[in-house]
Every structure is written in structure tokens, then in C-alpha cells.
């Protein structure tokens, strides 16, 4: 399964499989956006842990094992 979302500049995706769940965090902006808790919890994989404050055109991935 799948679900995603987009507001004010951030997008927020996620893909659910057998093992766990794959998320994006993405500040599709030129404005800085807070960041909706918990928009990628797990294990960082891409852009480090997420911060409060997702700065301008900023991408985050993490991976949540099961």
C-alpha cells in the first residue's frame, strides 16, 4: 500500500511492504515548512534525521523495519 500528501510545500509519501514501510519527507518550497510529527521515523537513509524545521528544497528518507 501507499499513501501520500502534499501541503504548503511539503510532501510526505509512504510505501508499506512485508518488511516495513519506506518514507519521504520533501520540502518542495523556497520557504522553510515545519515538519508534521512523525513524518519519517525509522532509520534515516537519505538527508540524515529529520529536523523540526525542513529547510527550502530539502529531502528526507527513512526506512522503518518490522
Known amino acids: 500500500t501507499a499513501e501520500a500528501g502534499f501541503d504548503s510545500g511539503l510532501l510526505s509519501a509512504a510505501w508499506a511492504f512485508p518488511g516495513g514501510m519506506l518514507r519521504l519527507g520533501a520540502n518542495l518550497s523556497d520557504d522553510v515548512v515545519n515538519a ?12 540524515g534525521a529529520i529536523p523540526a524545521q ?3 528544497w530539502s529531502v528526507y528518507w527513512s526506512m522503518e523495519r518490522r
Not at 508534521?36 to 538527508?47: E, N, R, S, V, Y
Open 36 to 47: 508534521p510529527a512523525p513524518i519519517a521515523p525509522g532509520d534515516a537513509i537519505w538527508g
Open 54 to 56: 525542513l529547510p527550502p
